[in-house]
C-alpha cells in the first residue's frame, strides 16, 4: 500500500512586491517522485509563517486560517482513504485532482496510449521528416508484442499506464527475448528489442508521463545497452550477392519477381520504405552519361546517391518501362512483413542458410561495399547518413585497401562469375508451394 505525505510550507518564490503576502501550499506525495502542491489559497507574511509548526501565527485570522488548513489536510486523507478502500490506484496528481473537483480523470491503459500515438503518427506521414509507413508498421507490431506480453505475463487483455514500471519494463524485455512476435519461440536479439520495441515503448511511456499518466520515471534505471559489436552472422557476402544476381525462377514468377526486389535492394542499400516509393524521378543522369539514383531517406531526410551499374541497371530499366502502370512508382507495392517471408522462402531454396530479414539486405550492400574497396565516405552517402560515426560503427571490419572508383571495383568482382546460371529446385517449390 502507498503511504501519503502531507506537509504544508510557504511558497516565498511567489510572494507579491505589492502586499508582501506568500502563498501557503500543501505538498501531497507519494515520494519524491510522486508529488504535487495543492494551493489553500490562504496567503500571509512570511514573518507569521511558524514552519516548525506549520501554522499560521501573529494576526487576527491566526485561529481561522489554521482551521482551514487543518480541515484541507483532513479532506485530502479522506480522499486518499477512499481511494484504499475502493481498491483504486492513486498517486499525487489522482489526489489532486478528486479534491480540486476535477475527478480520477481518464485512466489510460498502455495499449490506448500506443494506439493514440499510432493514430497521431499516421496522421504525419507525408507532412513531417521523419514519419513513413515503415516506422508505423513498427509501432503496430510493438502494440501487438505488448498486448501478447500483458496476456501472457498478467493473464489480462490490458493494464492501466499507471501500473507501468520497472518490473514491467524488465518482465517485458525478458519477454522478448524468449518469443518472437510473429508467434516462435526463437526470441529477438538485444539490438532489435532495444531498438524496435524498447526504445519506442520508452517513448510512448515517456510522452505519457509528461501529460501526468503514468509514475513519475517508470522506467526507473532500467536501461538497454548496444552491442558491442554488431551481430552481422545473417548479411549476405559477396558471393551469396552474385549468386543471387545470376540465379533464375524460371518456374516461379512470384519468387522471381521477390529476387527482383531483394537484387535491387542489395544493390542500392536502399531501406524497405525508400525502395518501396522508389520513384522515376529519383533516376538521374549526368552530363557524362553516369547514371544514378539520388533520393531522400524517408527516415531522415537525409539525401542517397547511389550509382547504377551494370548489374542492376537493366533489371531496374525492365521496370522502369511499366512505371506508368503504377504513377511511376519503379516497384509493385508489397508490405515488410510479407517481403520478408517471401525473402526466407527465397533463400531457403536457394541453399542459402541464413534468417535475413528486408532490413540485412542494406547492411549487406554496405558491408560488402567496404569490404570491396569503397570508402567510408562513399558508404556514408549511398546509405544518406549524415555522417561517417554510423557507419564506421555498424561496420567495423574495413578493408585497408583504398580503391579509388567504387563502380569499377564493383565491376571487377561481378566479372569474375561467370558460368552456368544457376536455377531453382523445382522438387523444393513444389514442397514450398504444398506447404
Known amino acids: 500500500m502507498k503511504i501519503l505525505n502531507t506537509y504544508f510550507w510557504l511558497c516565498t518564490r511567489d510572494t507579491s512586491k505589492k502586499t508582501g503576502l506568500a502563498p501557503i501550499k500543501l505538498r501531497v506525495s507519494f515520494g519524491k517522485k510522486d508529488e504535487v502542491n495543492i494551493n489553500s489559497e490562504i496567503k500571509v507574511s512570511p514573518e507569521n509563517w511558524n514552519n516548525e509548526f506549520k501554522q499560521i501565527y501573529g494576526i487576527a485570522k491566526a485561529a481561522t486560517y489554521n482551521d482551514q488548513l487543518n480541515r484541507i489536510q483532513k479532506k485530502v486523507e479522506l480522499i486518499d482513504r477512499q ?34 500515438h499510432n493514430k497521431i503518427f499516421q496522421s504525419n506521414i507525408g507532412k513531417k521528416k521523419g514519419y513513413s509507413e515503415a516506422t508505423l508498421d513498427k509501432y503496430i507490431r510493438l502494440k501487438d508484442s505488448v498486448a501478447s506480453f500483458i496476456e501472457n505475463s498478467y493473464k489480462r487483455k490490458d493494464i492501466y499506464a499507471l501500473e507501468i514500471d520497472y518490473t514491467f519494463i524488465e518482465k517485458y524485455v525478458q519477454y522478448m527475448f524468449t518469443n518472437h512476435p510473429n508467434g516462435d519461440n526463437k526470441g529477438l536479439g538485444n539490438e532489435t528489442i532495444r531498438s524496435s520495441y524498447y526504445g519506442k515503448l520508452r517513448k510512448i511511456v515517456y510522452d505519457a508521463e509528461k501529460r501526468n499518466l503514468t509514475q513519475r520515471n517508470p522506467f526507473g534505471n532500467f536501461s538497454m545497452e548496444r552491442d558491442e559489436e554488431t551481430d552481422d552472422s545473417n548479411w549476405l ?91 511511376g512508382k519503379i516497384l509493385p507495392s508489397l508490405s515488410n512483413q510479407r517481403f520478408g517471408t517471401y525473402l526466407t522462402e527465397m533463400l531457403t531454396i536457394m541453399g542459402i542458410n541464413k534468417e535475413a530479414h528486408p532490413h540485412q539486405l542494406r547492411h549487406s550492400f554496405a558491408q560488402s561495399s567496404i569490404d570491396a574497396g569503397a570508402s567510408v565516405e562513399a558508404v556514408a552517402k549511398m546509405l544518406g547518413h549524415k555522417n561517417t560515426k554510423t557507419v564506421l560503427k555498424t561496420y567495423a571490419k574495413l578493408s585497408k585497401q583504398v580503391v579509388m572508383n567504387h563502380k569499377d571495383t564493383l565491376q571487377s568482382e561481378m566479372n569474375k562469375l561467370q558460368g552456368i546460371v544457376p536455377e531453382e529446385d523445382d522438387t523444393k517449390i513444389r514442397n514450398m508451394n504444398a506447404g
Open 83 to 116: 481511494l484504499d478502500d475502493k481498491d483504486k490506484i492513486k498517486t499525487a496528481e489522482i489526489i489532486k485532482n478528486i479534491y480540486e473537483g476535477k475527478g480520477e480523470y481518464k485512466r489510460w491503459t498502455i495499449l490506448e496510449l500506443i494506439d493514440e
Open 237 to 327: 557476402t559477396m558471393s551469396e550477392i552474385l549468386y543471387i544476381t545470376k540465379y533464375r525462377f524460371t518456374k516461379s514468377p512470384k519468387l522471381e519477381r521477390i529476387r527482383h526486389r531483394v537484387v535491387l535492394a542489395l544493390y542500392t542499400g536502399l531501406a524497405y520504405q525508400d525502395l518501396e516509393t522508389l520513384h522515376v524521378d529519383n533516376i538521374h543522369t549526368d552530363i557524362k552519361g553516369f547514371r544514378y539514383i539520388k533520393k531522400k531517406r524517408g527516415k531522415t531526410g537525409a539525401e542517397s546517391i547511389i550509382p547504377i551499374i551494370p548489374e542492376f541497371e537493366a533489371l531496374l530499366d525492365s521496370y522502369i518501362e511499366t512505371s506508368a502502370e503504377r504513377n
